[in-house]
Every structure is written in C-alpha cells, then in structure tokens.
C-alpha cells in the first residue's frame, strides 16, 4: 500500500461525503414526486401524470419554473434576515447529513462507516444542528416584517419547543440502553432486537415528535394555508422559496432516516455476513434506504389522513401527554439497561 | 449573703419594664416609687454596713461572664463610689415624689425611663470591669435622649441630638482608649482581663509613653466631655435648658465621669509618658471652666441656662480637685459632687415650678416671687446660697477643701479659680434678687405656691444640704478613705 | 493542537463585549444577553483549562454554569414580562420608581 | 481518542458548513442570470390578503408563547445533564451504579416536582381564562 | 457510605420546600395559611438538627461538601433568618393565591445558602450560590402587581447576573492555574497562582462578584433600589440571608483557598471597607424612606464585616462571623418591623406610594408600642449601643483591628458608628416624639412573634454572648488554621 498522511484522509471523506449533496437532492425530487403520487392515490385522482412517464419529469419542470421566476424582494422586509435565513436552514440540513451514517462495510473485519464523518458524539451533535433551523426559521419569520409569516413564526416556535423536550429524552433513552452517544453504536446494538420493540413507547413519542420537528401535517401550524396564507413563507417566491421548501423535504427524509437508524436497527442485516465488498456496501444500505422510505412514506400518508391540529393541541400533546411519556420510557429504559447491561 | 450590688442595678431595670407596661398614670408612678424605694432601702442598708475605713472593694460580686475574653461580671463598691450611689437612691424617689401630680403625655415611659436611668448610673458606679463599665455608661444615654426628645422644650430635637451625639462621640473615643489598654494588658500578661484594677495595674507596664498619652487621652477626653468641662461644654446649656425638670434632675445626678476621673484617670496620671502636661490640662481646664462658666452664667437671661451653666462652673471644681492629687483635695472634688447633686437638683426644681407657675423662667420677666410663693422662696434660697459657698452648707465644704488642699500642687490655677468665686457670688446674688425679691411683677398673675408633695421633695434635699454642710463625715469619711486609697494607687504608679 | 492562549483571548473577548453591553445597553433583555455572553467566556475558559489541564471538573462547571445561566434568564424574562405588562417598557431609564 | 483526533473529525463539519453556505447564493446567482425582471411598486408591498398593511408586524404576541419558551429553557437544560449520566451510570468508568441511579432519580424526581407544579398551577394551559 | 445525618438539615428544608409546594397547590386558597406553619416547623427542625450536631465534623460526596464549625455556623444563621422570615411570612402571604411559591422560595433560597455554608467546592459553592440567588431574584418580585416590587427584582436580577459571571470568570481563572476546583487543593497549588499575572485578574473579578452581592461600595447600587422595592420580609431575607451568603462564600474563597496571594487582596478589601462604610452611612442620612435607610445602613455594615478580611486575625474572624449572626437577627428584625407598618398604611389606606415613608412612623410607639419597642432596639443595636448584639459583634470586630496595630481603621470604624447614631437616633426620634395619626392598631401575631424572636437573639447576644462567641470562634478557627 502506498502511505498516506493520516491527516489527508478526513479531507477525502468530506469531499467525497459532498457526493451526499447531490444524492440528496435526487432523493428530495423523489419525495416530492412521491408525495403528490400518493396524495393523488389517496384523493382518488391522479397525481402528475402529463410531463413524462408518471408525471416523473414535472419536477424537473417545476425547478425549470422555479429557476426563471424573478427575485423579489418585497420594500418593508428586513433584508440581511431575509436573505440569511434560507441559508441558515438549509445549513442545519446540511450539517445534520454530514454526521448520519448510511452503512457500513467490513473489510478484513474493521468496520468502515459510510459517513461523511465520524464522532462519538454524533446524535447528540445531529439533534444540535437540527436545532438551528429553528433559529433559521424564526429568522425567516421576524425577517419578513408580515404579520401572517410573525404568527406563523411565533406558532413554529411553540411547537418546536414543546417537541424538542420528549425527542431529547428520547435520544437519551436509546443513548441509555447503548451505552453511547454514537449512532453507528447505538445500531449495532439493535443488533439482535430493535429498539421499536424494546421501547414501544419511546419509538411512538420519538415518531410523533420527529414528525413534529419536520413540520409535517398534522404539525404545520406554521404553514397553515388555510389561515395564514403560507405563514413563514408568506413573502417568499420563487428560487427563494425553493429553498427553504426543498430543505423541508431534506429535513423529512434525514429524519425518516434518524427514524431508522434509532429505533429500527439501521442497516443491520441480521446474520447477513460476506466478503464481497460491493455486496457488502449496497446491500445494508440499501436495507437501510427502504426502511426509511417506509417511514417517509408513512408520514406523507398521515398528511391526507389526520386534519391539521389547532396549536394548542399540539401544544398540549407534547407538554401533557409526550414529556410524561417520555420520562417513562426513560425509566424502563434505564431499568432494561441495567439489566441488558449487567 | 445578699447579692446586694446586683440588686439595686437590677431592680431600678426591673420596675422600670413593669412601669413600661403600665397604662395609666396612676400605676406608673406607684411601680417607679415602690422601685425607687426598695433601691433605697437596700442603699440604706449598704450603707449602714458600709465600712468607711476600710479602703478595699466591699460587697464584691464576682462571676465570669465571656470568659474568652477575660469578661467578668465584677461589682463592688468603695468610698469612691458609695456616696454616689446614695446620692442617686435618695435623690431619685424624691423626683418622682415631686413630679407625683404632674400631668403628661405617656407617664409609663416617662417613669420607665427615669428608672432605668437610675439602674444604669448605679451600674456604672458598682462596676469593676471595663467592658461593664462601659456598657452602662452607653445606657446612660439611651433615657436622657428621649427625656429631652419628648418632654424637652421648643428646641428639644436639637439639644437632644446634640447631647447625643457629642457624649456618644466621646464614649466611643474612650472605647478607643479602653482598647488600647486591654490589648496592650494582654500582650503583656498573655491573658484577656477587662477588669478595671488588673488593666490599671498593667498600665505603667507598657513600654511607649507615646502610646500610655494616647490612652490616657482618649480616656480623659471621654470622662471630660461628659463631666462637661470647657471646651467641650456646649452640649450642656442645651441639654440641660431644653430638658424638662426631671430630665435635668437626671442630668445632675449623672455623676458617672467625676467617677471615672477618680476611679481611672488619677491612678493612672502619674504612670503617664508626661504627668506634668496631665495635670496642667486638668487644672487649666478645672480652672477656666470655673471662671468662664461663671462668665457666660452671668450672662444668661433665662434662669434655666443660667443653672445649667453654674453647673459648668461647678464642675470646674471636681477637675481642678482632681489636679489638686492630695487625698483631701480629692476628696473636695467627690464632695463637690455630692454636693452638686443635691444642690443643683433643688435649683433645677425650682426652676421647674416657677416656670410651670409663672410660664417664664426670663429673669427679667420674674420679680417678687417671695411675696407669692414663700415655700419656694426659702428652699431656692437657700439652695443659692449654697451653691455660691455660703459656709455651713455643703457648698462651702467642697469649695474650701478643693481651693485649700489644691494650692499645694497647683497654686496658679487655683488664684485663677478664685476670680471665678466672686462672679459666682454676684450671679447668684443677682439672680436671686431680681426672681424673689422686689415689686411683684403683675404681669405674672397669680401663682400657686409649691403643691405639698414638692414641699416635702424639696424640703427632704434641702435639710439633707444643710445636714451634710454641718456634718460632712458621715461622707466625707468614706471619701477621705478612698482618696488615700488613690493617692496610694498613684504612688505605686509612678514611674 | 490549538495554543491555550488563542482559547483565552476568545473568551476575554467575547467578556469585553458582554461587559461593554451590559454598562452601555438600555434595554433589559439585550443587558441579559449580555451577561448571557459573560457566562459563556468563562465557559470557554472552563473547557478550554479543563482539556489543557487534562481534568475533567472543567467541563462539568461549564455543563452547571449552562443550567444556571438558563435558570437565571427564564427568572430574567418572566420578571421583564411582568415589567412590560405594566409598564410597556423594559427601559431602564424609564424604570426610575425607585431612584438608581 | 486524542484531541487532534477531535479536530480531525470535524474536517468534514467544516467543508459541509462552506458548501451550504455558498450554495444559496450561488442558486441565488443563476436565479439572477436566467429570470427576467419588470419594475412595479405593488409588487414590492406586504402581503396582507390584498388590504393595505396597517402597523408593524413586530407585536407583541399573547403571553403563553413566552410561558412555554420559559418552561423550554428550564426542561431543556435538564436534558443536559442526563446525556453525560447516560454514558457512564453502569458503572463502566468506575462509578458506583447504585449511587448513580439513586441520584438520577432523585434528580427525575424534583424536574417531575417542577412539571407537576407548572401543569397544577396552569402554566401549560394554552387558553387562560 | 455518606453519613446522611449531617445533611439532615439541607434534606428537611428541602422537602419542606417539596412539601409545601405540593400541599400548596392542591388546595384552596382559603387554607393555605397553614402553608407557613409548616414551614416554619421545617426551619425549626433544621435548626434542631443543625444545633444537634452542632460539633459534627466530616468531608463528604468526593470531599465537595465540608461539615465543620464553620458551615455549622453560618447554617444556624440562615435557618434563624429562614426562621424569622417564615413566620412573619404568616401574616405578609394571608390571603395570597401564591403562598406555596413564597415559601417554597424562601426555603429553597435557604438550601442553597446552606450549601453555600459548607461548600468544600468552588463547583458546588457556585452552584448553591446561584441557587440561592435565583430564588431570591424571584421572591423580590412576588408582588408581580407592584411595579416597585418588580423593578426592584430586575434590578436585583441583572446586577446578580453581572456578578455571577464575574464570579464565574474568576473561578475560570483560578481553575485554570490550579487545576483544580477543591477549596484545599486550591490552596495548595497557590504557589502557582501567585506568581502568575492571572493571579491578580482571578482576584479583581472574584471581588467585584462577591462585592455586588455583599453590596460593597463601588458595586453596591442594586442593594437601596431592590431593599426598598422588594417586600418587606423579602428585604430581611435579602438582608440578613442573602448577603451573609456571600460573606461565607467570600470567607471561604479569599481566606482558605487564596490566603497564599493575602497581599494583593487585603488592601483592596481595606480600601473597599473603608469606602463602604463611609458611602453608607452618609448616604443613609439624607434618606427619608426607611427600608432604604436600612438598605445603606446594610451597606455600611458590609463594610464593617469586610474589616475582617483586612485585619485576618482569629479574633476578627470571630468578631466578623459573630457580626454577621447578629447584624442577621437586627436586620431581620428591622425589615420586618418596617413590614409591619407597610401593613398598617394598606390597613389605613393611606397613600402608598412609599409605604414605608418616615411620616408613617410618626408616633409608632402608641400605635403599635411592640413594634416600636423593638425596631427601636434594633436600630440601636444596629448603632453599637450597649447592651445588644451589635455592640457585641463591633466590640470584637473593632478592637480586634486594633489590636493588629491598624488603629486607623478602627478610628474610622468608630466614627462611622457615632455618624450612623444620627439617623438611627432620627427614626426613634419619629417614633416617640412625633405625635401620631389615626387609631391604635393591633399588631399581628405573626409579626410581632417574628419581631420577638429577633428581640431574644439580639439581647441574647448583647447580654450573655459567650456561647456565640465560642462558636463563632471555632468557625472562625476553620478558617485561620492556614494563617
């Protein structure tokens, strides 16, 4: 082998973890195309169907049409906040992807991670940049100087801090039980049983608080755009717009991927040895994209299926019924840890 | 044996919160007699079994108090001492007696306060430990500031704060001084004493005299403001003028810094870096107090002041006594003291009456009292001639021995002091002329002679003044003990 | 491996700043903020002795500072609330009830 | 794992963090290049349904938001502390398990104390009468 | 295995504190006056336990928490404060919807003073510190409809604020030359610091943190606004609690842990006493509210205490510790006397703009003769009169300095308290002298027996202190056995 300085391989991984990007951006076309398929499934109509075969090329129309509209920057918005906050969102996304292992490969028996990097630290880390995209959407919000993107704005803050409390305890349930802070760990120790059916509870309040997290209906109070126009996004059009909309999507798709990685055994394919190396790269990993498109599906169909709650029911949901449930499942967790573990 | 000393310290506080408690003032005064009267019957009893000859401290209560800090709770009494407090005992009831009808605002207090007034300067008196000592020579202040304050007259607020904060200021640079003494003692022995004898003894042992004249300063500068001596005298005129007649009653028989002069500054003058200098301020100071609190006396239009500042002069004559360093001139200057009180607390209630009977105590707007009044006349009388030294009453004793036995250490200051004599007569002479005798000033209107309870308080003081200036031993012997007793401490002072 | 005084001058900076806003801002919330900055010099420099120092205490300070710096605002902004609801200010030149 | 190890570790943090934030504007600049543009006042006012907008948007909003973000700050910190527990209660660092869980559930249950007293005293009840 | 018995009192005021914030809140408002029964049996059974255990000495939980003379001490002194203020709380919470947070409050402000107390551990001593700070921002707040009582808060909080990040930069810095947080193992890698620039900054921020909640004289501005704001009994928890707090921690920093760089902070404390003392008492002259006036005259007591630091014999140890039980039981009991005519003036209907106005103690001795009588025996105490506490504390303190050969300080000391007679006097002078408005009026129980308290502890002191004295030496003896 030819030798490498040690500190010229993170430099490789990022750059090659940049590749994540453009896999991601593929895979948020596909959400949108999938949730429009499946809103048409469910609503008995169809979805997309002209532009190309399934209607799969009307995304790429749409982004045509995205990419031509003209900027505006409407006269009273506060303009620093009003460019920046796209970006801050789409950071958090980003910074959240460089930590989320995807799979991993054995070769002469050393696991190689297939992530942009790794810490020990890493869910904890995750749940830290995911937090700033509520900063960035508070920005987003107090930017526009509208009052149906202020109350939006003000909605999403609520929600967000309500949620953040049981996703956390929950996090630190799975941490409690794997005895680590690393994701890669805590899936390994799914190893035999997942986690959903060691932690019912905690996988049920993990669910419902992620979807929160994300915004997806029946938690787009934000949004609303039956009262509030489209709330954080009400003077944003056009490639501004995109963005922020797209880093929903990628948000969506990270966390079905959390979802996964948590609570369902990530790419654990139990018994499953091999010494072929591609066999061994794609076939965990592809185990690991189906169950999170599982998930991803699943939450797209709650959209058509549960109306949107009034804000303080979300409120109380979280406050009454998931912090409660979650100290409790973070009981049962310690008590199954100690006894796992002894 | 009966804890006798404790006694007549505590139960002047006891009756004193029970008077507090009183509500009307029927009760208030009935409790502060029956308390007064029990001081002096215990007093009486001291007194009786009082062995004038014998120098040493009797009656001695000893106990420790904060023994990590050598406090003790030492009480006894000698011939220094003993005088004063039968002058309080027997002094003290009969104020009451005299204010017996007097109507005023909150009696209860007023009592109250006059009761613990008497066990705080007792206190003082019996006291053998500095840190006590001093303990009761703060309370003293705590009563006199709110007989003036309440009960004063238009300018109280200003005359009680005043006080207040001149003797308080004092006090506190004496603590200074007490300071000093008691760590240098400890340094010394190795052991924390307060009390008063073992830190007196340790004083010549300190080795700077920069530092014994820093002591003895700070502890004379406190004993002589609250003598008062010029030039720290102007806090009494006020006081004194401003109190009501109780008040200044209270004011005379504050005897506590003529005692701490004898009980402290005296053993400890010789032992001083500069003795010489010590005496010449005692004596210079004694002396122009006499004169020149005779001056500004003969000033005065109001007779109130007028009184208040013959009593600086007359305080004039403890300081100078106490230059004098002979047992008998010391002894003056107790006897001036007892005296003093008798003397001064007949005037001041005199002064009391004929402004409640007349409104006016300006010499100018009196004139033929005598006439109107003769009870009062006779006592006041009888009282001024005492206090100019008329001979046969205790003025002319305590005059005579501090004048004679005083010109063998310091002969200057006492041919300065006999100025003073002669203006003293002509104040009082003139005073006396101008309020008793003469045309009735009709102006006046009529006026009440002295109610029978004040006759009899006042007569009781008066015929006490003529007993002691015919027979002075039964005092003056205990005092003539005492002093031998300082003139001794001081020869084993001296360096 | 970054020099320990690159870690101290960011945290001295950081106070500067906190200090001067806190003696030169008005507005209540913005002097909490502030101080909040304060709090997270001294934290840098909690972590950052705490790694040089190879001890672990540091860092645990720095977790317990965090707690109380967040106990210390959530008291901090229910009292500017209650201000507000009264006064419609949280000025502190406008609250001069009681003298400074 | 050594400090440098740390540092190395967030190589990739710090490529991912300059990527995402030149992408938006580098998307924001082809925007530029290929969209037209035509001036117009009205299209630069606030939305607000077609009506002219009246007053700031900068309001003051009911006081439960600010409630909650309290309570937030609170209960958020105290999931602090259970990330560092979390790692070494069972003992694998020396500590003593029994003590470690003892502590911790004390610990639980004063925040549960905390959390009983906000719902009791009605601090989590969004419509306040 | 930690012999919990020693933390017992911590663990009562504790779940008192649980206690009655549980039954509080599940119960009408009508009952809840028993809430501060129940406190004040929590206080009292600390303060057994505290008192039975008096001589305990241990090191617990990994040595952060020390059970000495000292810690001891300073618990008897919070507890005695909790004490006063729980009961007096009976009468000031009546009526109120939020009683169970008053006294959940006041009790949990009390757990962290005492952990302050015996804190082996500048982690832990920080932690208590803000604890007890926290609660007390609150409490200063309770009357959320009273803007004075809420600006005081904000004042309080925001200077508390600065003062713990100072504080926190402080220890940063110590931490960082030592290496380590532990009290003793501070001042065993001293060496380090003392030679060390970072040494004198350490110091200068760990004065200013402590010198704003002792309330020094330059950092002292937040003290008159939030006395005078807060509600009274909060005052005399402020007061009489709060800044003894400080002075434990302050003790415990400067003179355990730093005594190594005595040099550098000695005179910084000299000048500051001096300042402080001087400020306050000239100050408080001019002032005509009267928890204001306290306010200053706290300030300049702080100042007398600070001479402790300066003179750093066992016997000013001692003078200062004992100064700061005595100046708790006369502040206490002057806060509260002040609640009791801020009570008659809402009972009155008088103007309330500052209820406690010199003009509304005019005449208070035929009103309410209890209350008069023993704000009047506070005040005087707080003058230095004989026989009370405070002549006591100042006797020690006072001639500790000049035992030391410092008579300067002492001189100045003394005066200070001949100046501050003036406006004590003042205040006793409105009191009796003055003639009075309106009826009689009843003095509540619960104040008057929260007065009473202060009334013995002042007297006890003043009249048979030997067994403080003792005590306070062997505190102070914890503190000297590095000198």
């Given at each position: 082998m030819f030798d490498i300085p040690a500190n010229i391989f993170p430099w490789v991984k990022a750059i090659v973890g940049l590749a994540l990007i453009g896999a991601l951006f593929g895979a948020g076309m596909a959400a949108i195309w999938i949730e429009r398929k499946l809103a048409g499934d469910i609503q008995e109509r169809y979805g997309?169907?002209?532009?190309?075969p399934m209607g799969l090329l009307q995304l790429v129309a749409d982004a045509i049409k995205l990419f031509t509209k003209e900027d505006i920057i409407p006269a009273r918005v506060d303009k620093i906040l009003y460019i920046g906050a796209p970006i801050v969102i789409m950071m958090s996304v980003f910074l959240m992807l460089v930590a989320i292992p995807f799979g991993a490969v054995y070769i002469n028996g050393v696991e190689y991670v297939l992530a942009a990097t790794q810490m020990d630290i890493s869910i904890l880390y995750i749940e830290a940049v995911s937090a700033i995209a509520v900063i960035g959407i508070f920005v987003l919000g107090y930017g526009q100087n509208n009052k149906y993107a202020m109350m939006g704005t003000f909605r999403n803050f609520a929600r967000m801090i309500g949620y953040e409390i049981p996703l956390g305890i929950t996090i630190v349930s799975v941490a409690v039980m794997a005895g680590s802070l690393d994701v890669v760990e805590i899936v390994h120790a799914q190893s035999p049983i997942w986690y959903a059916f060691l932690q019912p509870i905690g996988f049920i309040v993990f669910f419902i608080a992620m979807m929160a997290d994300m915004g997806r209906l029946p938690f787009d109070q934000n949004e609303a755009e039956e009262e509030l126009q489209a709330g954080v996004f009400t003077e944003y059009s056009g490639m501004r717009f995109g963005l922020g909309f797209f880093a929903e999507y990628f948000h969506l798709i990270l966390g079905s991927f959390l979802i996964s990685l948590l609570f369902?055994?990530?790419?654990n394919l139990p018994g499953f040895v091999t010494d072929n190396i591609v066999l061994g790269i794609i076939l965990p990993t592809l185990f690991l994209i189906a169950k999170a498109t599982i998930v991803m599906m699943f939450i797209i169909m709650m959209r058509w299926a549960v109306p949107r709650f009034r804000i303080d029911q979300v409120v109380d949901l979280s406050w009454k019924k998931l912090l409660p449930l979650s100290l409790l499942n973070l009981g049962w967790a310690i008590a199954l840890g100690l006894y796992l573990g002894a | 044996m009966l804890p006798v000393l404790s006694l007549i310290v505590l139960i002047p506080l006891l009756f004193s919160a029970f008077a507090f408690l009183t509500k009307k003032r029927e009760q208030a005064r009935v409790v502060a007699l029956m308390g007064t009267l029990i001081t002096l019957i215990l007093t009486l009893y001291m007194y009786f079994s009082f062995d004038s000859s014998s120098a040493a401290m009797q009656f001695e209560e000893l106990a420790s108090w904060i023994p990590s800090l050598g406090i003790n709770y030492h009480l006894g009494v000698d011939g220094v001492s003993m005088p004063l407090i039968l002058l309080n005992a027997i002094v003290i009831p009969l104020l009451i007696l005299f204010t017996w009808d007097d109507v005023r605002s909150t009696p209860n207090r007023f009592y109250g306060l006059i009761l613990a007034m008497q066990g705080a300067v007792i206190g003082v008196f019996v006291s053998l430990d500095f840190f006590l000592f001093y303990v009761f020579w703060e309370l003293t202040l705590i009563p006199l500031f709110f007989m003036v304050n309440i009960w004063g007259g238009p300018n109280k607020r200003h005359a009680s704060i005043k006080f207040f904060i001149y003797t308080h200021v004092a006090s506190l640079v004496m603590l200074l001084g007490i300071f000093g003494l008691y760590f240098a003692a400890w340094d010394q022995t190795g052991v924390a004493n307060m009390g008063i004898a073992h830190l007196m003894s340790q004083f010549p042992m300190i080795g700077s005299g920069i530092a014994r004249d820093a002591i003895f300063l700070a502890l004379l500068f406190g004993f002589l403001v609250k003598l008062p001596i010029?030039?720290?005298?102007?806090w009494l005129p006020d006081a004194y003028a401003e109190a009501p007649t109780a008040g200044s009653v209270l004011f005379i028989l504050l005897k506590i810094a003529g005692y701490g002069i004898f009980r402290v500054i005296l053993p400890m003058l010789p032992a001083t870096g500069t003795p010489d200098m010590m005496i010449t301020i005692l004596g210079l100071l004694g002396s122009v107090s006499i004169v020149y609190g005779a001056f500004l006396a003969l000033s005065q239009k109001d007779l109130k002041r007028m009184v208040a500042y013959s009593s600086v002069s007359h305080m004039g004559f403890v300081a100078l006594g106490a230059a004098g360093l002979v047992a008998l001139s010391i002894s003056g200057a107790m006897f001036q003291q007892f005296s003093h009180g008798l003397i001064m607390s007949i005037m001041f209630m005199s002064v009391g009456v004929i402004q409640a009977s007349t409104g006016t105590r300006i010499i100018n707007d009196l004139g033929g009292l005598a006439t109107k009044m003769p009870k009062l006349a006779v006592i006041m009388m009888l009282a001024f001639m005492a206090s100019l030294g008329l001979p046969g009453l205790t003025g002319f004793i305590a005059e005579f021995m501090v004048f004679t036995f005083s010109y063998v250490n310091v002969p200057t200051f006492v041919i300065l002091a006999l100025f003073g004599v002669v203006i003293t007569a002509g104040y009082h002479l003139w005073a006396m002329q101008r309020t008793m005798f003469g045309v009735y000033n009709g102006k006046i209107g009529e006026v009440l002679d002295l109610s029978n309870v004040q006759t009899f308080s006042m007569a009781v003081i008066a015929l006490l003044v003529l007993y002691f200036g015919l027979n002075p031993s039964p005092v003056l012997d205990m005092m003539i003990t005492g002093s031998n007793e300082i003139v001794s401490l001081m020869a084993a002072m001296g360096v | 491996m970054i020099p320990l005084n690159w870690y101290l001058a960011l945290s001295a900076i950081i106070f500067s700043i906190g200090l001067y806003g806190f003696i030169s801002q008005k507005n209540g919330i913005r002097i909490l903020m502030c101080v909040e900055l304060m709090l997270n010099a001294a934290n840098i420099n909690l972590v950052a002795f705490s790694s040089y120092n190879d001890d672990m205490s540091g860092q645990v300070f720095a977790l317990f500072s965090i707690a109380l710096a967040a106990a210390e605002a959530a008291i901090g902004f229910a009292i500017m609330m209650s201000i507000y609801r009264m006064r419609d200010a949280i000025n502190l030149d406008e609250l001069n009830l009681l003298r400074w | 794992m050594s400090d440098s190890n740390i540092v190395y570790s967030y190589i990739p943090v710090a490529v991912f963090l300059v990527v995402s934030l030149l992408m938006p504007p580098m998307t924001m600049l082809i925007v530029k290049l290929l969209s037209p543009r035509s001036k117009g006042a009205e299209k630069y006012s606030t939305y607000e349904s077609g009506s002219v907008p009246t007053g700031p948007a900068r309001i003051q909003f009911s006081v439960e938001y600010y409630l909650y973000a309290i309570a937030f700050v609170l209960f958020d910190i105290e999931v602090l502390f259970l990330y560092p527990w979390a790692m070494i209660y069972r003992g694998n660092t020396g500590v003593d398990t029994t003590v470690a869980v003892v502590e911790m559930l004390v610990f639980i249950f004063v925040l549960l104390f905390g959390y009983a007293f906000l719902w009791k005293k009605g601090a989590l009840k969004w419509m306040k009468n | 295995m930690v012999d919990l018995m020693l933390l017992a009192p911590e663990i009562i005021v504790a779940l008192t504190g649980l206690i009655v914030l549980t039954i509080g809140i599940f119960m009408g408002s009508s009952s809840k006056n028993v809430l501060g029964y129940i406190a004040t049996a929590g206080c009292l059974a600390a303060l057994a336990m505290v008192i039975g255990n008096f001589n305990a000495s241990a090191l617990m939980f990994s040595d952060t928490l020390s059970v000495d003379p000292l810690s001891q001490f300073f618990k008897l002194v919070f507890l005695v404060v909790a004490l006063i203020v729980s009961i007096a709380s009976i009468k000031y919470t009546e009526d109120n919807t939020d009683t169970e947070i008053f006294y959940a409050l006041v009790l949990f402000a009390t757990f962290g003073m005492m952990f302050v107390a015996s804190a082996n551990d500048l982690m832990v001593l920080f932690v208590a510190f803000e604890l007890a700070s926290i609660a007390t921002y609150a409490l200063a707040g309770f009357e959320k409809k009273n803007p004075r009582s809420v600006e005081a808060s904000m004042k309080y909080l925001l200077m508390g604020a600065l003062s713990a990040a100072l504080l926190l930069m402080g220890i940063s810095f110590v931490y960082g030359a030592t290496?380590?947080?532990?009290i003793p193992g501070i001042a065993q890698n001293m060496d380090v610091l003392a030679s060390n620039a970072i040494g004198l900054l350490a110091i200068v921020l760990l004065i200013a943190g402590f010198g704003f909640k002792i309330a020094l004289v330059p950092f002292h501005m937040w003290a008159p606004d939030t006395y005078q704001g807060s509600p009274s009994v909060v005052s005399a928890l402020l007061a009489a609690g709060s800044k003894k707090m400080a002075f434990v921690a302050a003790f415990k920093v400067?003179?355990?842990?730093?005594l190594a760089i005595q040099a550098d902070w000695r005179m910084a404390f000299a000048i500051l006493a001096v300042i402080t003392m001087t400020y306050g008492n000239l100050v408080a002259?001019?002032?005509?509210s009267v928890k204001r006036m306290l306010a200053y005259s706290s300030i300049a007591q702080a100042g007398y205490i600070s001479m402790a630091f300066v003179v750093l014999t066992p016997m000013a140890l001692t003078g200062g510790i004992l100064y700061t039980l005595s100046h708790g039981f006369m502040k206490a009991g002057a806060f509260i006397a002040t609640a009791v005519v801020v009570y008659m003036v809402i009972k009155e209907k008088r103007d309330t703009e500052i209820p406690d106005h010199l003009d509304n103690f005019k005449g208070l001795g035929k009103k309410m003769p209890i209350t008069a009588l023993c704000l009047t025996v506070f005040v005087l105490a707080l003058a230095g009169i004989p026989p009370t506490a405070g002549y006591m504390s100042k006797f020690i303190l006072f001639s500790s300095t000049i035992q030391s050969g410092m008579v300067w300080l002492a001189i100045i000391a003394i005066l200070n308290s001949a100046l501050s007679l003036y406006y004590y006097a003042r205040l006793v002078r409105y009191m009796y002298a003055m003639p009075h408005e309106g009826e009689k009026v009843s003095e509540p129980v619960p104040y008057v027996a929260a007065l009473l308290i202060s009334l013995v502890g002042v007297m006890a002191i003043g009249l048979w202190p030997e067994p403080f004295v003792e005590i306070a030496m062997q505190a102070a003896s914890v503190l000297v056995g590095g000198i």
């Open positions: 997309p169907n002209r532009v190309g369902l055994g990530g790419w | 010029v030039p720290f005298h102007s | - | - | 290496g380590t947080t532990s400067f003179i355990v842990a730093l002259l001019s002032q005509r």
